[in-house]
């Protein structure tokens, strides 16, 4: 079983920044993909962003040329640069680790942003 722990929410004034973080631990063999996802109340949970073992990166639309997906892969880990943000950015950021093609998720971290 594999464990994903987010950080580096809170809260932000509008065109400010934020750097989430996610580690994987647990049984991480076969790692794949990872990314962040968001989701606001009454809505599907959307991508935002991925990035595969070869580094190869995927972005909405809505956040391109604003974050920045990374990924450490000694240390199993994520990372999302956020930076301009907008109040419309507001949601709970979903970690996503895929293994074997099963996905996994963390509990997720909350974005605020005030305009």
């Known amino acids: 079983q594999v464990q994903l722990v987010e950080s580096g929410g809170g809260l932000v004034q509008a065109g400010g920044s934020l750097r989430l973080s996610c580690a994987a631990s647990?049984?991480?063999?076969?790692?794949?993909?990872m990314g962040w996802y968001r989701q606001t109340s009454g809505k599907q949970r959307e991508l935002v962003a991925t990035?595969?073992?070869?580094?190869?990166?995927n972005y909405d639309n809505s956040v391109k040329g604003r974050f920045t997906i990374s990924r450490d892969n000694a240390k199993n880990t994520v990372y999302l640069r956020m930076n301009s943000l907008k109040p419309e950015d507001t949601a709970v950021y979903y970690c996503?680790?895929?293994?074997?093609?099963?996905?996994?998720w963390g509990r997720g971290t909350q974005v605020t942003v005030s305009s």
């Open positions: 996503n680790a895929r293994i074997f093609r099963v996905d996994n």
């Open positions: 647990g049984s991480t063999f076969g790692l794949n993909t």
């Open positions: 990035i595969s073992i070869g580094d190869i990166t």
